[in-house]
Each structure stands twice: as C-alpha cells, then as structure tokens.
C-alpha cells in the first residue's frame, strides 16, 4: 500500500478520458475526503476533447452523480507535477504513462485496482451493453472507496 498522506493530486487515466475515468472522479468526489484534493480525469489518447461517453453519462446521472458539461483531457506533464498520484484502470495504461513520462517516478502510477488490494482490473465496458457499464460502475464504487478510505486516513 502506498504512502498516501502526502498527494494534492489524484489523477484518473485511462484510454479515451471519457468514461471510467470521469465516473471514477465522480463516485470519488461524492464519498468526499477530509482534506483537499485536487481529482482529475484523464485519457490517454485524446485528440479532442469529447463528452462523456453516453452510457457511462445513463449510468452516472441514474447514481446521482452530476454530469454537466464533462470534456475529456489529454494527460500533460503538468497534471504529474508535485505530490500527485496517477492511477490508471490497466496495466498497459501504467506502461504507457511511464513511457511518455520517463521522468515519473513509477512508485507514483499505478494501477488503481493494485494500489487499493483489488484482484482485477477496470474493464473498459466500451461497445458493451448498458448493464456492462453499470457493472463497471459498481466495481469503480468498491475501488474507489477503499481509496477514499486510504486517503482519509492517511491524515
């Protein structure tokens, strides 16, 4: 388990930017931590930016989770910058994250899933059936939570 009490930052990455990724900065802004952190979302390959994916967006709103006026974002050196922790959805996403930033210390990616005593990781549920993404949603839920509960604790 990482040393969490020391990120201002945590940053979603995943491939598009536009589903796993926002819902996972949403379920975590909605459990809420106790100190400030800046949470944000991004894809790995993104040309530009894009709304939500449809589904993920049926599967949030039906959560109560709030949607409005999402784009997807591009990961940038400046989003690695400081006491930030990168969590991506797979293991190639961390691969690719090291690769494009050769400069980032690996013990600062990882995969998300890994990082918070999962077994699996976060499937995209891209093309599948809307009962796919809600499943991808409950298991971000579960994911997520065990990270809030790292971070609130890491105080």
Sequence with gaps: ????????????????????????????????????IEILARGLIVLFPEPLNQKAEAVMISNGLPTEGYMSSPLTAGDLEGETLVLTMEEKQRQKVLEMFDNTDPKHVQVLTEFVGDELEIVDPYGGTLQMYGLCYETLVASVGKLAKMLNEGE
């Design 1 to 36: 388990m990482g040393e969490v009490k020391l990120y201002k930052r945590v940053v979603f990455v995943a491939d598009s930017g536009t589903c796993r990724e926002p819902m996972a900065v949403a379920i975590l802004e909605d459990i809420g931590l106790k100190r400030p």
